[in-house]
């Protein structure tokens, strides 16, 4: 996570923290973290991921430098920044790779999480997932890419193959087709909302039903139609309630 200063919004605690996507950043949310802070009261953090954004670049090849066990050193480095920032029980609410490691940071540190909202998380690899991820390098490579515009926009020159790369390489290897941290749910004991858009290009509602179904806290899953892999883009004002509803009852 970011050592530099970090994007912030104003307002009284618990604060929540947003946690991007595998191929985010702080920038990529748009307005939805101010419009969820403003309607929960709430003050709010926006953290980017070592070599996303602003934060640190990574010091690695852009190609190779993937890590299998990636989730889990970036749920450690968020434990860390939270204990570095002196943020006490924050909700947190992480989208795709960021609800992942909202779950993980969860059960690592169940103490100091008061409650997840995830939204398109994956706890395990399914074949749509990994076809979405080809999908993907394909666009990347094309000739005139949007998606290598945006991340060229939002991460930089620099850094944008690294983030790309590091992330495809990670989940197209091998031996990530074993990926699986459900055995890590048992541990998950604060309240979990799990988000997933019913055309969700990157996974299945598998994937709330493993999260609702293991964790040992309150859990309740939300699936919402018409909405893809970013609900709180597509469907902003559906996800708003639920969060407002859940956090109520924390």
Not at 87 to 100: A, E, K, M, N, Q
Not at 157 to 173: G, N, P, Q, T
Not at 203 to 213: F, K, L, N, Y
């Amino acid at each position: 996570m970011s050592e530099r200063p970090l994007a912030r919004i104003d307002g009284p605690a618990p604060e929540i923290v947003f946690l991007h996507e595998g191929l985010g950043a702080a920038t990529m949310w748009r307005g939805f973290p101010d419009a969820l802070c403003a309607a929960l009261g709430q003050g709010g953090i926006l953290p980017d991921r070592r070599g996303h954004g602003t934060a640190p670049p990574f010091d690695d090849p852009v190609r190779g430098g993937h890590r299998l066990d990636y989730h889990e050193r970036e749920a450690e480095a968020l434990i860390a920044l939270l204990e570095r920032e002196r943020i006490v029980r924050p909700i947190l609410f992480g989208h795709s790779d960021g609800g992942t490691i909202a779950l993980l940071a969860a059960a690592l540190a169940p103490d100091r999480i008061a409650g997840c909202v995830t939204e398109a998380a994956h706890v395990f690899v399914e074949e749509v997932t990994l076809a979405g991820i080809r999908d993907a390098v394909t666009a990347y490579e094309a000739p005139d890419s949007r998606l290598k515009a945006a991340l060229l926009r939002h991460h930089g020159a620099e850094r944008a193959d690294k983030v790309f790369y590091r992330w495809a390489d990670a989940w197209l290897s091998p031996p990530f087709a074993a990926w699986n941290m459900e055995h890590r749910l048992p541990e998950v004991r604060c309240p979990v909302l799990a988000i997933q858009g019913l055309d969700d290009e990157y996974g299945t509602p598998a994937q709330v039903r493993a999260i609702v179904d293991q964790v040992a806290g309150r859990s309740e899953p939300l699936l919402i139609e018409n909405s893809g892999h970013a609900p709180h883009l597509d469907s902003q004002d559906a996800v708003i309630d639920a969060v407002r509803t859940f956090a109520a009852a924390l």
